[in-house]
């Protein structure tokens, strides 16, 4: 018996001695976990790779510093109520995802229009009406069902940075059961935030809307979303987007839908390197039988537009660039505030341009609106931020 107690003895200094080697692995640091409410989240706060639960619409407060690390996963409940992940103005938000681990926001069940994605409030520049006497109106109500007034006057404000950022199953009704939020919602954002590498993927309202503002975006994805893939109005004049592509898949309406509530800006947004598609079979949400062009420009939306891409828009009376109302065309596109240049449609069925019910002949000006068979559109490197569910979003590009 000695001599067993022995060699047991032995053989555990021989194994303690093995296990300090220096070629072990490291231990890894413990995951982050938990319940992400309002009630914990009135400090700045650091959230440390992990997975993570949300519940109820969790309010960056101004002066408060919330921060996701890489690989993070923050999960949404439907049966919990309406959640959502909101900055109010003078809240900073930074997530530091990466190709390789991005941060997602999801939703349990994974159903379309679960929950209320992210949702961000700056103190930039908006242009939301004219009075009667022609004042413009710099301010406006939130269109979300919060209520919340925005429009401010600091152009390079700064709401903080998004990086390697993915929501899914977004677009929920909140409230009042009629407003929607989409998956990425930007309201008087300024110049001085990072969007860039995103994802909006199958919620059931736009991917991405920007309501004024002077913030621009890079490296977007709008996969499967049911009303539009990119929407924004408030005089949105964003001057450095890139890389935006739209698959539209199942159901979904305008590629592009591009407004400005009817006052004739003398500044508009500009984005290079667009893909819109289209599936085969998708349809309009809710059935809707005008909703089915590439691009939509009414009430004096305009910009600048190059190196694009349309494939896919062929249902019946769909058009590559629609002028929704003679006002529009008049101030827009006859004004020289609209420039499509650079332009494949890769679809012979499908014409260059058309006007809404009232009629009026659109002719751009000289130079304005150009076509190519070599446009390459945009242009997003692969990895797991654009890949969910072991489907790579990158695949119909």
Not at 26 to 33: D, E, F, R
Request: with cysteine; aromatic share 8%.
């Amino acid at each position: 018996m000695k001599k067993l107690v022995l060699s047991l003895s032995l053989l555990s200094l021989i194994f303690a001695s093995c296990s300090s080697s220096d070629d072990d692995v490291a231990t890894p640091p413990a995951a982050g976990s938990g319940e992400i409410t309002a009630e914990n989240v009135t400090a700045s706060k650091t959230f440390v790779k992990g997975t993570y639960t949300l519940s109820g619409t969790v309010r960056i407060k101004s002066g408060i510093t919330l921060t996701f690390e890489a690989g993070s996963v923050i999960t949404a409940d439907v049966s919990n109520g309406s959640d959502a992940l909101l900055v109010e103005k003078g809240g900073i938000l930074n997530i530091a995802g990466t190709a390789a681990e991005p941060v997602v926001f999801t939703e349990k069940s994974k159903t379309a229009g679960s929950w209320g994605g992210i949702i961000m409030f700056g103190d930039a520049p908006i242009v939301s009406g004219k009075t009667a006497d022609g004042t413009p109106i710099t301010t406006a109500t939130s269109e979300d069902g919060t209520n919340i007034v925005y429009g401010g006057s600091n152009p390079t404000h700064s709401s903080g940075s998004l990086k390697y950022v993915r929501v899914e199953y977004a677009g929920k009704k909140i409230l009042d059961g009629n407003s929607e939020m989409n998956g990425f919602s930007f309201y008087a954002v300024g110049s001085g935030t990072v969007l860039e590498n995103l994802v909006a993927y199958k919620g059931a309202d736009d991917g991405f809307e920007f309501y004024g503002g002077t913030v621009s975006a890079k490296n977007l994805i709008s996969y499967g979303n049911t009303d539009d893939s990119f929407d924004w109005q408030d005089g949105w004049q964003g001057q450095a987007n890139t890389n935006w592509y739209a698959y539209q898949t199942g159901a979904g309406n305008f590629g592009m839908e591009i407004e400005s509530k009817s006052v004739n800006n003398s500044f508009f947004p500009k984005v290079s390197n667009i893909t819109l598609r289209r599936a085969p079979g998708t349809v309009t949400e809710a059935g809707n039988p005008t909703e089915i062009d590439a691009i939509q420009f009414k009430k004096d939306g305009n910009g600048e537009y190059t190196n694009v891409v349309i494939s896919g828009y062929t249902s019946t009376g769909a058009v590559a660039v629609r002028i929704q109302e003679a006002a529009t065309n008049t101030n827009q596109v006859a004004g020289g505030k609209i420039k499509m240049l650079n332009v494949k449609v890769a679809d012979a069925t499908t014409p260059l341009t058309g006007t809404g019910a009232a009629g009026f002949t659109v002719a751009f000006p000289a130079g304005n609106f150009t076509t190519s068979t070599t446009a390459t559109g945009a242009a997003l490197t692969p990895g797991a931020w654009a890949i969910v569910d072991g489907v790579n979003l990158l695949e119909k590009l």
